[in-house]
């Protein structure tokens, strides 16, 4: 017996993945060097015709019809390079290595050389959806050796996440288009994330709230146009109690947030194609801020706070659903804006209307409005951002005027919503025909003779500012 497909890493994402595979009818093969952990897949995947799993190395790459199609799901960075090298002497041409994990995307494109040299094909996949997408269906994010996917692509089809009907995974793109899509995926999460938080901060210490009043208002939202998954596992989250004492859980969660550098190497990484992405850089800083508690807590001893302002419960939560709306959409602009200038520095060949409808169902950012950026994008592929897509303008204008509300309240009132802050003046700024940099631009001139151009006259001119 020869199975279809062979994971390497057995961790939740992995034993969830295979037995995901199995249940769309192709068989799987599990390999982890921890006995502890082939056991459990065993013990969970019951049918060993169609599951199995071993910790020998030898036994599982025997087990794999040729050629084989190994998906790694094991911990980016120097684990993935060990896997990889353990795998080759028992590989034959033509054989096929999926990177599943959130890899970093030049690693990526160094291993695909490697391997095209030893005559292996590879190509880096972004899974989104945790757990439980691995489990019940993920979205998949591949980029590329195309003829490599087509390969395996039956399989990423059957055990993705539909989105009414239609698979959640799509051929991203050339060498390492895969995970770049899924580290910008991330680098949206993240600007999500910190805006759900800070509206929560908001309603909870302005709005005087109660966890069952949050819970009430999330998923009320999460019936409406900001239906999203991580509206609904917000509004989930409020309604957990402590286990270990009383009250609610969300209340006994020490505020640090925790990072695995996804996010982090978006930013980076649109520093250095010089696309701004501010709500994704800011949700980055929140984080490291979060984690400097004890200086926090110094601090907050040092200086006075206003009093929020007294504000209407109701009045607050409609501002805050307009202002979640406009931020969300800012956000997905900045990402998106980043793929499309990355697809082409690295040559990827994106689509970014393929991206977006990948991500209506099975990822972590999936949400109502991915159906309509997938829309916007259908209807001009060359789409330069989201904020000129006319579908976009009536969103956007529609509910600006509440963030700004909420942002100019937040200020008064000393409570941080710099997501918030940071989407509004990206919106400000990119819809401002004329900025006040012709002045920092007399300042290079200034002082460096740096140059500028004119807006009357075409050339590059340069004055003597000091006069004698
Ligand atoms: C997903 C997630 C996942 C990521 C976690 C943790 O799409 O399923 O993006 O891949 O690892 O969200 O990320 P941080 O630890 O950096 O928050």
Same mark, same amino acid.
């Given at each position: 017996?020869?199975?279809?497909?062979?994971?390497?890493?057995?961790?939740?994402?992995?034993?969830?993945?295979?037995?995901?595979?199995?249940?769309?009818?192709?068989?799987?093969?599990?390999?982890?060097? =921890?006995?502890?952990?082939? *056991? !459990?897949?065993? @013990? $969970?995947? &019951?049918?060993?015709?169609?599951?199995?799993?071993? %910790?020998?190395?030898?036994?599982?790459?025997?087990?794999?019809?040729?050629?084989?199609?190994?998906?790694?799901?094991?911990?980016?960075?120097?684990?993935?390079?060990?896997?990889?090298?353990?795998?080759?002497?028992?590989?034959?041409?033509?054989?096929?290595?999926?990177?599943?994990?959130?890899?970093?995307?030049? =690693?990526?494109?160094?291993? *695909? !050389?490697?391997? @095209? $040299?030893? &005559?292996?094909?590879?190509?880096?996949?972004?899974? %989104?959806?945790?757990?439980?997408?691995?489990?019940?269906?993920?979205?998949?994010?591949?980029?590329?050796?195309?003829?490599?996917?087509?390969?395996?692509?039956?399989?990423?089809?059957?055990?993705?996440?539909?989105?009414?009907?239609?698979?959640?995974?799509?051929?991203?793109?050339?060498?390492?288009?895969?995970?770049?899509?899924?580290?910008?995926?991330?680098?949206? @999460?993240?600007?999500?994330?910190?805006?759900?938080?800070?509206?929560?901060?908001?309603?909870?210490?302005?709005?005087?709230?109660?966890?069952?009043?949050?819970?009430?208002?999330?998923?009320?939202?999460?019936?409406?146009?900001?239906?999203?998954?991580?509206?609904?596992?917000?509004?989930?989250?409020?309604?957990?109690?402590?286990?270990?004492?009383?009250?609610?859980?969300?209340?006994?969660?020490?505020?640090?947030?925790?990072?695995?550098?996804?996010?982090?190497?978006?930013?980076?990484?649109?520093?250095?194609?010089?696309?701004?992405?501010?709500?994704?850089?800011?949700?980055?800083?929140?984080?490291?801020?979060?984690?400097?508690?004890?200086?926090?807590?110094?601090?907050?001893?040092?200086?006075?706070?206003?009093?929020?302002?007294?504000?209407?419960?109701?009045?607050?939560?409609?501002?805050?659903?307009?202002?979640?709306?406009?931020?969300?959409?800012?956000?997905?602009?900045?990402?998106?804006?980043?793929?499309?200038?990355?697809?082409?520095?690295?040559?990827?060949?994106?689509?970014?209307?393929?991206?977006?409808?990948?991500?209506?169902?099975?990822?972590?950012?999936?949400?109502?409005?991915?159906?309509?950026?997938?829309?916007?994008?259908?209807?001009?592929?060359?789409?330069?951002?989201?904020?000129?897509?006319?579908?976009?303008?009536?969103?956007?204008?529609?509910?600006?005027?509440?963030?700004?509300?909420?942002?100019?309240?937040?200020?008064?009132?000393?409570?941080?919503?710099?997501?918030?802050?940071?989407?509004?003046?990206?919106?400000?700024?990119?819809?401002?025909?004329?900025?006040?940099?012709?002045?920092?631009?007399?300042?290079?001139?200034?002082?460096?003779?740096?140059?500028?151009?004119?807006?009357?006259?075409?050339?590059?001119?340069?004055?003597?500012?000091?006069?004698?």
């Amino acid at each position: 017996k020869k199975y279809d497909f062979g994971l390497v890493g057995l961790g939740v994402m992995g034993r969830n993945f295979i037995l995901n595979v199995a249940d769309n009818n192709f068989s799987a093969f599990g390999h982890d060097l =921890d006995q502890e952990k082939v *056991d !459990a897949l065993i @013990e $969970e995947g &019951g049918n060993t015709e169609k599951v199995n799993a071993s %910790s020998d190395l030898k036994t599982f790459i025997d087990a794999l019809s040729t050629p084989r199609k190994i998906m790694l799901l094991v911990p980016a960075g120097k684990v993935v390079d060990i896997v990889i090298d353990s795998l080759i002497p028992h590989l034959d041409k033509g054989d096929i290595i999926v990177d599943g994990g959130n890899s970093f995307y030049t =690693d990526t494109d160094r291993r *695909d !050389a490697y391997l @095209e $040299e030893k &005559g292996i094909h590879f190509f880096g996949a972004g899974v %989104s959806g945790g757990a439980k997408g691995a489990r019940k269906g993920p979205s998949i994010m591949p980029g590329g050796d195309a003829e490599a996917y087509k390969v395996v692509q039956p399989i990423f089809e059957a055990v993705s996440a539909k989105y009414k009907g239609e698979p959640c995974v799509a051929y991203m793109g050339k060498k390492s288009a895969g995970n770049y899509v899924k580290m910008v995926h991330n680098g949206i @999460e993240y600007g999500l994330m910190q805006l759900t938080s800070e509206i929560y901060d908001l309603l909870k210490k302005a709005g005087g709230l109660t966890n069952s009043e949050l819970h009430n208002t999330y998923s009320e939202w999460n019936s409406g146009r900001l239906q999203s998954f991580l509206v609904e596992i917000t509004a989930d989250i409020f309604t957990e109690k402590d286990d270990k004492g009383d009250g609610d859980l969300i209340d006994k969660i020490l505020d640090k947030a925790k990072q695995k550098g996804t996010g982090k190497w978006t930013s980076q990484n649109a520093m250095d194609l010089g696309i701004p992405v501010p709500s994704i850089d800011i949700a980055v800083s929140m984080r490291e801020i979060s984690a400097l508690k004890d200086e926090r807590i110094l601090a907050d001893e040092l200086y006075n706070r206003p009093t929020p302002e007294a504000i209407d419960k109701a009045e607050l939560t409609k501002l805050a659903e307009e202002a979640l709306y406009f931020a969300f959409i800012i956000t997905y602009a900045q990402g998106l804006h980043q793929l499309t200038d990355a697809s082409k520095e690295y040559g990827y060949g994106c689509d970014l209307a393929v991206i977006a409808k990948i991500w209506r169902a099975g990822c972590i950012i999936r949400a109502a409005l991915l159906a309509d950026i997938t829309e916007a994008y259908n209807d001009n592929p060359e789409l330069k951002n989201l904020l000129l897509a006319p579908k976009f303008v009536e969103k956007v204008q529609s509910t600006v005027a509440s963030a700004r509300t909420l942002v100019s309240y937040a200020a008064k009132s000393g409570i941080p919503v710099p997501g918030l802050s940071n989407s509004l003046t990206y919106f400000d700024a990119y819809t401002s025909s004329r900025l006040p940099l012709n002045l920092i631009q007399a300042q290079r001139d200034y002082f460096g003779s740096h140059t500028y151009e004119r807006l009357d006259i075409e050339g590059i001119f340069h004055t003597e500012w000091e006069k004698e």
